[in-house]
């Protein structure tokens, strides 16, 4: 890089304001034909508001503004795609630049990702008519692609019986899955010779088999706990699928609501969680309690920071109810693919010393978790 290009560089990076002590050189041009000034306006629209509003309205001579729906376009055009999601992010996060959510045109075009999920949970009340549909095919597509990542993981901690899903790596006649074999070589039948010829044999992989259990997911709807929220309807959606599972899932904060029978649409499960309000931890855990129908046969995993808004004895004798029955209380303070936790600890070590599980964890980490249990 050389003296010039630093120097516009440091422009870009103080901006406007310090157009009359420092000018690009070189025609404002930048390797690759990128031009410092487009940069500049680019960077402009979102950066200045920490001059505050009056900066930004001044008049002058140069162009009309930016609109929302042309910044994400030019941004696009002119930063690689890891630079374009910063700055979404700072736009949502930092700015509350909520006109990228509550216009069509602008929604369509921002990247899918985690981050984006979690702004349109945050802001759905504000969405209408075809900014809401737009938004909710952004949940199921991201939804789809977290999933994805995990289910694999996740089918082979917990699938206990004959997968005729997943092929097997280990070619065995104890393995041979003898249906599918033939109903994918019909077409190969020797009707004269009365014959089937196999063009290819297929293989199941055979894991322990569990009589059927219920999880029961207990998941806190507060702000801090987003990334939780958003794996453990995930994970639901996944379980659910399972035969040798009857999943439940139920959000709360001072209330509870049961998803349980959305789990098969991860979108409709996201687009009912409400964020932030008061947390009833023990009222949620008394609603799970009346779920259980064989206790010894139940896991129920509290997805929550443990601040508790209730009575804490009163989350402390419902705990103890649900563990002395013989079910599984796990009690998870974060449940992402940081698993990085912020919690009550004082509520933490109360619930480890009646027995239940506390700790954060990885969706896959609660997969084989569960799976050890059941074994």
């Avoid at 990542?149 to 005729?164: C, H, Y």
């Avoid at 509290?302 to 402390?316: H, K, T």
Wanted: aromatic share 6%.
């Amino acid at each position: 890089m050389n003296g010039t290009e630093r120097m516009n560089r440091w422009r870009l990076i103080l901006g406007k304001q310090a157009k009359d002590q420092i000018s690009f050189g070189d025609g404002g041009w930048l390797e690759g034909g990128i031009s410092c000034y487009d940069l500049e306006d680019a960077l402009d629209f979102l950066y200045s508001r920490e001059y505050g509003e009056d900066v930004r309205r001044e008049g002058g001579t140069e162009g009309s503004r930016l609109t929302a729906a042309a910044w994400i376009t030019k941004i696009r055009r002119l930063f690689p795609k890891e630079t374009v999601e910063i700055l979404e992010r700072h736009a949502l996060d930092r700015y509350q630049l909520t006109e990228l959510l509550t216009d069509k045109e602008v929604l369509e075009k921002l990247e899918p990702n985690q981050e984006l999920l979690k702004t349109i949970l945050q802001l759905k009340h504000l969405m209408k008519g075809e900014v809401l549909e737009t938004a909710r095919r952004i949940v199921k597509k991201v939804a789809e692609e977290i999933a994805e990542k995990l289910n694999q993981d996740i089918r082979r901690s917990l699938l206990g019986s004959l997968d005729r899903n997943s092929p097997s790596p280990v070619r065995s006649i104890r393995n041979l899955d003898i249906k599918k074999t033939i109903r994918k070589n019909l077409r190969h039948y020797d009707t004269e010779n009365e014959r089937l010829w196999l063009e290819q044999v297929y293989f199941s992989s055979r894991t322990r088999k569990y009589s059927q259990w219920r999880v029961i997911i207990a998941v806190d709807e507060s702000g801090s706990m987003l990334d939780s929220v958003i794996h453990s309807a995930v994970m639901a959606g996944i379980f659910v699928k399972l035969p040798m599972l009857d999943t439940r899932l139920v959000i709360f904060d001072t209330q509870v609501v049961d998803l349980s029978a959305h789990l098969d649409d991860p979108v409709e499960t996201l687009m009912s969680i409400q964020l932030g309000g008061g947390t009833n931890i023990g009222g949620a855990l008394q609603y799970c309690g009346t779920l259980m129908e064989n206790p010894h046969k139940t896991i129920v995993v509290l997805v929550s920071d443990l601040c508790e808004g209730g009575s804490l004895a009163g989350l402390l004798t419902v705990s103890r109810g649900i563990i002395e029955s013989g079910a599984k209380l796990v009690c998870l303070t974060a449940l992402d693919m940081e698993a990085n936790p912020v919690y009550d600890r004082r509520t933490a070590q109360h619930l480890a010393d009646l027995g239940a599980y506390v700790g954060a964890m990885t969706p896959e980490a609660l997969g084989d978790f569960c799976g050890k249990v059941m074994r």
